[in-house]
T-cell receptor, first 111, second 116 residues
Framework: RKEVEQDPGPFNVPEGATVAFNCTYSNSASQSFFWYRQDCRKEPKLLMS???SGNEDGRFTAQLNRASQYISLLIRDSKLSDSATYLC????????????FGTGTKLQVIP | NAGVTQTPKFRVLKTGQSMTLLCAQD?????MYWYRQDPGMGLRLIHY???????AKGEVPDGYNVSRLKKQNFLLGLESAAPSQTSVYFCASSYPGQGKIDEKLFFGSGTQLSVL
């Protein structure tokens, strides 16, 4: 089993739709979790950290389920500009050298 | 404030040639990293540094060397390039580097390297 697994997609959704991605992780001792966004041929950029209690930033909601070992990202009212690959990032603990990146989920928002 | 700057952006090498990728950051970050990104795989850590004069191996260090002579610069070297090293390379930096919640990695714009 991979340490971090994501559905590669692509998820093709119309503008205005709500879409959700999940990411599962194998190490129950994982300590911190993040969603990064990567545009085509660009560098990854932090979208949001994932708090234990869940957190929201505008149209984006991130949640953590430790019991089932997954994190989720919900995007409401999708915009064309949301088209990108979303990377799940899990820190096993001990610094960023212990971070594992998922392969990413590709989102395409269609007009 | 430029953030993290990588050079070059593109490079084509022949098998056996050598090259150095330069990463520079102006945020006074202690931690710096080199990753490679291949299709169907997540970013993988090649080498990292927790401060000036220090380096350590990551997940996929073979065939690469690094140096951190100055805090702001982190160099990645390929002594004898192989086709398996064809990839997109990203440099990143962070402060303080614990990977805790609300920390983030700042990435450079990447280097597309092709080895023929």
């Amino acid at each position: 089993r991979k340490e971090v697994e994501q559905d590669p997609g692509p998820f093709n959704v119309p503008e205005g739709a709500t879409v959700a991605f999940n990411c599962t992780y194998s190490n129950s001792a994982s300590q911190s979790f993040f969603w990064y966004r990567q545009d085509c041929r660009k560098e990854p950029k932090l979208l949001m950290s994932v708090y234990s209690s869940g957190n929201e930033d505008g149209r984006f909601t991130a949640q953590l389920n430790r019991a089932s070992q997954y994190i989720s990202l919900l995007i409401r009212d999708s915009k064309l500009s949301d088209s990108a690959t979303y990377l799940c990032v899990v820190n096993m603990g001990g610094g960023y050298q212990k971070v594992t990146f998922g392969t990413g989920t590709k989102l395409q928002v269609i007009p | 404030n430029a953030g993290v700057t990588q050079t070059p952006k593109f490079r084509v090498l022949k098998t056996g040639q050598s090259m150095t990728l330069l990463c520079a950051q102006d945020m006074n970050h202690e931690y710096m990293y080199w990753y490679r990104q291949d299709p169907g795989m997540g970013l993988r850590l090649i080498h990292y540094s927790v401060g000036e004069g220090t380096t350590a191996k990551g997940e996929v260090p073979d065939g690469y060397n690094v140096s951190r002579l100055k805090k702001q610069n982190f160099l990645l070297g390929l002594e004898s390039a192989a086709p398996s090293q064809t990839s997109v390379y990203f440099c990143a930096s962070s402060y303080p580097g614990q990977g805790k919640i609300d920390e983030k990695l700042f990435f450079g714009s990447g280097t597309q390297l092709s080895v023929l």
